[in-house]
């Protein structure tokens, strides 16, 4: 592998999405990720769903690029 982690197809991570719980969730995504619980980049206790933190001070450390679609984020 290149990366400390490499992942070819989809991935679920959480308690619930494993059959060791008894119950097993819903089939991640072809190529993608599904996550029972909050995610965060640049934080180690995020406090919502997807929470990222920048090291720098006024910036959001959000970078979109060669976007295809209209949309609005609230």
């Known amino acids: 592998p290149k990366n400390r982690l490499d992942v070819s197809g989809g991935m679920a991570v959480g308690f619930?999405?494993?059959?060791?719980?008894?119950?097993?969730?819903?089939?991640?995504?072809?190529?993608?990720?599904?996550?029972?619980?909050s995610v965060g980049i640049g934080t180690t206790n995020p406090t919502n769903k997807l929470e990222i933190t920048s090291a720098s001070t006024n910036t959001s450390g959000l970078k979109f690029t060669n976007l295809n679609y209209n949309f609005n984020l609230k």
């Open 16 to 37: 619930l999405y494993t059959s060791s719980s008894g119950y097993v969730g819903p089939t991640a995504p072809l190529n993608g990720l599904i996550v029972q619980g």
